[in-house]
């Protein structure tokens, strides 16, 4: 799980840098980037071949086109972004890292205090930009609900909120489906926040794989209403190499992560 692709650090931000080591050393040491599609697949037939992994971003912040998408493309790999559908904008595609006049990208907190004040463009995507990045394969796009809002937190009353979050729903699913002519079954948590009632609202919509924040990894035998990720860390490939040994191999990752959630309960 990745978020920012950005060198101007900050919150949930990785740099251009460590971003290009971890996923040269994916493709060095045999690992293949899934699709969407090639995920829900391996999952369906129960058979999920070794080394293989699913990319993901969150948000859709601008330099994920910017630094992450000539990443992908120099080395032939492919990840997901969970777009907020509500926050992508329209006009021409800008320019990447590589060619003249790259934009500047602001930090997290300037991409935040923009959302807040309407100014989107500057901190998000263009639809022109996710269609180039879906016509050269490096990205699939999904949804992370249309206006990233925590309807828990807005909305007492049981019913209201689930309506809330219906509409939502409908709405990120529609603008997906008008945009890129195909409906989506895959849903990201704004802020990995779900419950029970959040997973019945989302089925419904027909979203039948829901990703959270939730540490863990995917086996073949995952609940697809509660799909788990690991954070990517801005560190280098030394790092990533290692956390990749570790959750590849069934029995290690599991004593790790055991270890790991151990030691938050404290
Ligand atoms: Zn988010």
């Known amino acids: 799980m990745y978020h920012h692709v950005s060198p101007k650090p900050g919150l949930v931000t990785?740099?251009?840098?460590?971003?290009?080591?971890?996923?040269?050393?994916?493709?060095?040491?045999?690992?293949?980037?899934l699709s969407t599609t090639g995920f829900t697949e391996a999952l369906a037939s129960g058979r999920v071949p070794q080394k293989s992994v699913l990319v993901t971003f969150d948000d859709g912040y601008l330099d994920n086109w910017v630094y992450a998408h000539p990443v992908l493309q120099e080395f032939g790999q492919r990840a997901t972004i969970f777009l907020i559908t509500g926050w992508i904008g329209?006009?021409?595609?800008?320019?990447?890292?590589?060619?003249?006049?790259?934009?500047?990208?602001?930090?997290h907190k300037q991409a935040m205090a923009a959302a807040a004040d309407g100014k989107l463009d500057t901190a998000f995507l263009r639809w022109s930009e996710v269609e180039a990045m879906r016509a050269a394969g490096t990205f699939d796009f999904h949804?992370?609900?249309?206006?990233?809002?925590?309807?828990?937190?807005?909305?007492?009353?049981?019913?209201?909120?689930?309506?809330?979050?219906?509409e939502d729903l409908a709405v990120s699913r529609e603008t997906l489906a008008a945009r890129l002519g195909e409906?989506?079954?895959?849903?990201?948590?704004?802020?990995?926040?779900?419950?029970?009632?959040?997973q019945r609202v989302a089925r419904d919509a027909g979203f039948t794989h829901l990703y959270t924040t939730e540490h863990g990894v995917v086996r073949a035998d995952v609940?697809?209403?509660?799909?788990?990720?690991?954070?990517?860390?801005?560190?280098?490939?030394?790092?990533?190499?290692?956390?990749?040994?570790?959750?590849?191999r069934p029995l290690l990752s599991a004593l790790y992560l055991g270890l790991k959630s151990g030691k938050k309960g404290h």
């Open 14 to 33: 990785c740099s251009p840098e460590n971003f290009r080591a971890q996923m040269q050393w994916l493709a060095k040491n045999g690992w293949r980037t």
């Open 223 to 248: 609940d697809l209403a509660r799909i788990p990720r690991l954070v990517a860390k801005d560190k280098p490939a030394a790092w990533f190499g290692r956390r990749m040994g570790i959750y590849g």
């Open 183 to 198: 409906a989506s079954p895959h849903l990201c948590w704004p802020q990995g926040y779900f419950d029970s009632n959040y």
């Open 90 to 107: 329209d006009g021409a595609p800008r320019p990447y890292s590589g060619q003249p006049g790259t934009p500047d990208i602001p930090t």
């Open 143 to 166: 949804s992370h609900t249309h206006t990233h809002a925590r309807w828990d937190r807005q909305i007492v009353a049981q019913a209201e909120r689930d309506a809330a979050l219906a």
